[in-house]
Each structure stands twice: as structure tokens, then as C-alpha cells.
């Protein structure tokens, strides 16, 4: 079983900067894959990015360049640090933890960004 706590959302006007922080109640090195995904309203949920144990990463097409998915393994904690942010970035985003070939979730946090 693993918790995720996310924070760091908030409104930020077009061309801002946010980081997202999402707490794992375990090792992250336990943690095959970790990750952010998020929902705009009306549409579903899509992968952001995510980083493995090894720290190989990927990322969606629309925010690469923008955004970068980091971890702190002694803080257990993984990043979202989101640059340039437009506002087809709204959207609630979602941690995730593959582990043992079970998905965990976060409660998800808001970013909402403004023209």
C-alpha cells in the first residue's frame, strides 16, 4: 500500500511558473515508476510524465521543453516543476506510483493558469 499526498497547485497567469510536489508514504526506490497525469474538465485523464527508478523519463508532447519530473529519494518525494505554463495546462493533476503492478493515486491537486 502506498499513500501519495500531492501539493503545489494554485492560479498562475499564462507564462508562470508552478512546482508540484507529491509525498510517498514508502522508499520511492520500492517504486518502479512514478508519475503525473492530469484531467481537464470533460476530457480524460492523460499521462504528464513520469520517471522510473532508474531515472529514465518521458514526457507528453505538449509540455516537453516546459516541464521536468524529478525525485528526492531521501524526502521521498517527486517533483513537478512546470514552466511556461499555458492555459491548456488547467487541469487537476494526479501522482501516481506503479508498484508491484498496482497503480496508486494521489487526491489530486489544481492548476489552474489564466490569460
Known amino acids: 500500500q502506498v499513500q501519495l499526498v500531492e501539493s503545489g497547485g494554485g492560479l498562475v497567469q499564462a507564462g508562470g511558473s508552478l512546482r508540484l510536489s507529491c509525498a510517498a508514504s514508502?522508499?520511492?526506490?520500492?517504486?518502479?515508476?512514478m508519475g503525473w497525469y492530469r484531467q481537464a474538465p470533460g476530457k480524460q485523464r492523460e499521462l504528464v510524465a513520469t520517471?522510473?527508478?532508474?531515472?529514465?523519463?518521458n514526457y507528453a508532447d505538449s509540455v516537453k521543453g516546459r516541464f521536468t519530473i524529478s525525485t528526492d529519494n531521501a524526502k521521498n518525494t517527486v517533483y513537478l516543476q512546470m514552466n511556461s505554463l499555458k492555459t491548456e495546462d488547467t487541469a487537476v493533476y494526479y501522482c501516481?506510483?506503479?508498484?508491484?503492478?498496482?497503480?496508486?493515486w494521489g487526491q489530486g491537486t489544481q492548476v489552474s493558469v489564466s490569460s
Open positions: 501516481n506510483a506503479l508498484m508491484w503492478a498496482m497503480d496508486y
Open positions: 520517471i522510473t527508478r532508474g531515472s529514465s523519463t
Open positions: 514508502t522508499n520511492i526506490l520500492r517504486i518502479a515508476s
